[in-house]
């Protein structure tokens, strides 16, 4: 690394004391809510058998990828907000973008194999036990966290090898892509356009595959003869549909587009958006609403006490 830089500092969300007060009781709310929320998911689907076919088995990753992906950022940020401490060391920087990119990158996938994962249950349901067999399930899921983990690791190296020498203050409460290259002194156009393709392939891939399977759903839900099914497949995949559209439009617009058009304050609202809040709402959508995992939660409770 050619950097002359040691540490960086995030300018966080507020310095006003009355808001950084308020602001970090809020997040602090919503950062436990997600953890307790997503962990109850995790317990529920582990420790009952009703629950271990494919769909409870992708969702599980996915609450396991909701943990990971605010605790990335929000510890840090709640420690600026309440401490005022916004230093954060250059090996901390990188590590916080690599596993960041990681988690969402896989979230990404995982969303795609989601939605065939429904497709194939909804529009040829006789053949959903052996299409979507455990062994396939497990294939996938490990594929989304693999090409997950190497596509972090791209986007890591492109940014972390450039040359820091000026400012340190990086416009975002976390290190992120768009604000690192724009602290940059030395070019950064062949890593932006890198960065572009890759994210630009691999984003519309997937949500093209997670588009298409939902297309198919709702002509498959269209076509069912009882109105009260159609309102209740309706709901649940419009549900679903809402939160996949918040994040892949959010992530997208995050990294694909050039650093030219990075607005700081803007920036820090869409991040919000699928850092903090899908986290927050995958639980209570995807799961919480379910009838089977409430009567299993009930289940897992009356054990415990």
């Not at 992708?58 to 605010?70: A, E, K, Q, V």
């Not at 020498?165 to 892509?177: F, M, P, T």
């Not at 639980?283 to 919480?288: C, F, G, K, M």
Request: aromatic share 12%; proline share 4%.
């Amino acid at each position: 690394n050619l950097s002359t830089v040691s540490e960086f500092v995030l300018v966080g969300l507020s310095d006003a004391p009355e808001v950084r007060f308020l602001l970090f009781a809020l997040f602090l709310f919503i950062y436990v809510a997600t953890m307790a929320g997503n962990i109850t998911i995790l317990i529920a689907v582990s420790t009952d058998t009703h629950l271990h076919n494919p769909m409870y088995f992708f969702l599980s990753n996915l609450s396991l990828l909701d943990i990971l992906c605010p605790t990335i950022t929000m510890p840090k940020m709640l420690e600026a907000l309440l401490l005022e401490n916004k230093v954060i060391s250059f090996t901390g920087c990188l590590f916080q973008l690599f596993f960041l990119i990681d988690v969402v990158g896989t979230e990404i996938f995982l969303l795609a194999v989601m939605a065939y994962d429904r497709y194939v249950a909804i529009c040829h349901p006789l053949k959903y036990l052996n299409t979507m067999s455990m062994k396939l399930c497990a294939h996938l899921a490990i594929g989304t966290w693999v090409v997950g983990f190497f596509n972090s690791l791209l986007h890591t190296s492109l940014i972390f090898t450039v040359f820091f020498c000026d400012s340190n203050q990086v416009d975002q409460y976390y290190c992120d892509i768009p604000p690192m290259l724009d602290l940059s002194c030395s070019s950064t156009d062949s890593r932006e356009l890198v960065i572009l393709v890759v994210a630009g392939v691999l984003g519309s891939a997937a949500f093209v595959i997670t588009l298409v399977s939902y297309l198919y759903i709702l002509l498959a839900i269209l076509s069912m003869k009882s109105s009260e099914s159609r309102h209740k497949a309706f709901s649940t995949c419009g549900s679903h549909l809402t939160v996949v559209c918040l994040f892949y439009g959010t992530t997208i617009y995050t990294y694909v587009r050039p650093s030219s058009t990075y607005s700081p304050q803007q920036d820090r609202i869409v991040s919000m958006l699928y850092g903090i809040l899908t986290p927050l709402l995958n639980p209570i959508i995807y799961s919480l609403r379910n009838k089977e995992v409430r009567c299993a939660l009930g289940r897992v409770i009356s054990q415990v006490t």
